[in-house]
């Protein structure tokens, strides 16, 4: 057989396992469908769609109204096949062969592993003891490794805390190049790191419609930047990688954003009541700025609990082979139905 690259061989997959059960929550999708007016709205679409065309390729409708969305222009969008090519896209632009990225672990593994597929170097530096952005930490590993991009994801997947602006600005200060700031989870969270855009044009922020929007089957991400960093990544965008259906979609969602905003309330709302509910339990808790909780069961190992959780129909990530996550355990917030049922489970599995 053909070898594949010697690094991309010896490279560990990452996935979620797939698991049939009643509870979902591995993933951190919305627990809600999207209005049923979008629903609507992109059957129209749809049906009028020229199929036999190839898609805007710019995506100018799309780009227009996420900009007018965040106050900037369409050059400052990039839109991608979810955050995750975002992701990628900024690796083959900004990383690549002789080139380092800076992660600061615990964190979405995601980073650096789309880093080392693109031939990137990782440097890997380590959270403070709450999870937070330890600084003399950021200084001494993106400046040394002079880092080409840092890494930081707020709220922190999966710890749940989001960094400060002012630690946001303090990492720009020491960071050499570009630094992405993943908020896949951002609209719940108190704070933005889009407010510092105007000034930091070393900063790029990354959005996706698949938590809030509810549109994780869409696959549909996007990046607010400068407009010199936009050019850059479609320069290594494939043509035409945004199809039809997807630009669709995400116009679509944006008149639905006040539903949107409904649904992260409820959420949030959701997320406190089941923390509440986790404090009665022999379990760690950390606070959460987003849709999921970590949390360390006290009496058994986290693989047991996980199986146990399993064994009664509901799923939730196994995070305990991460580097400083020994024992613990993500779970998404659900329906209050869905939480009840897992609160109910890992009673049982931890008495
Ligand atoms: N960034 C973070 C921090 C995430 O948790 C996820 C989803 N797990 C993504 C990016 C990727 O999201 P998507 O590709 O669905 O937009």
Request: glycine share 8%; hydrophobic share 45%; aromatic share 6%.
């Amino acid at each position: 057989m053909p070898q594949p690259r010697d690094d991309v061989r010896l490279m560990a997959g990452y996935h979620s396992p797939l698991v049939d059960v009643a509870v979902r929550l591995n993933v951190n999708e919305s627990p809600w469908p999207p209005p049923a007016g979008w629903r609507h709205e992109l059957a129209a679409a749809v049906a009028s769609l020229d199929a036999h065309r190839y898609p805007d390729r710019e995506a100018t409708g799309l780009r227009r109204a996420l900009g007018d969305l965040h106050g900037v222009g369409a050059d400052q969008i990039f839109c991608a096949n979810g955050s995750n090519e975002v992701i990628q896209s900024v690796l083959l632009a900004y990383g690549g062969h002789g080139r380092t990225a800076v992660v600061f672990d615990p964190t979405y593994e995601l980073h650096a592993h789309i880093a080392r597929i693109t031939g990137t170097a990782v440097v890997r530096g380590e959270r403070g003891l709450r999870f937070e952005l330890d600084l003399g930490e950021v200084r001494r590993v993106a400046a040394d490794a002079l880092a080409d991009v840092v890494f930081l994801c707020s709220p922190n997947n999966p710890t749940g805390r989001a960094d400060t602006l002012d630690e946001i600005s303090e990492v720009v200060s020491v960071a050499p190049g570009l630094v992405v700031v993943d908020e896949a989870y951002g609209q719940f969270a108190p704070q933005t790191a889009l407010e510092l855009l105007p000034g930091e044009e070393r900063v790029v922020v990354l959005r996706t419609f698949s938590k809030t929007w509810s549109m994780a089957a869409l696959r549909l991400g996007y990046l607010v930047g400068a407009p010199e960093i936009v050019a850059a990544l479609e320069r290594v965008a494939l043509p035409y990688h945004l199809d039809a259906l997807k630009q669709a979609a995400g116009r679509v969602a944006i008149a639905y954003q006040a539903d949107m905003h409904r649904r992260v309330a409820a959420i949030v709302a959701e997320r406190e009541r089941l923390m509440g509910a986790l404090g009665d339990l022999a379990v760690d808790l950390w606070p959460s700025d987003a849709n999921f909780i970590l949390f360390r069961p006290r009496t058994s190992d986290a693989g047991q609990v996980w199986q146990g959780l399993v064994d009664r129909s509901v799923l939730v990530r196994d995070v305990s082979t991460r580097p400083r996550l020994e024992g613990c355990l993500r779970v998404t917030v659900g329906t209050p139905e869905e939480n009840d049922a897992f609160v109910a489970a890992l009673k049982e599995v931890t008495k």
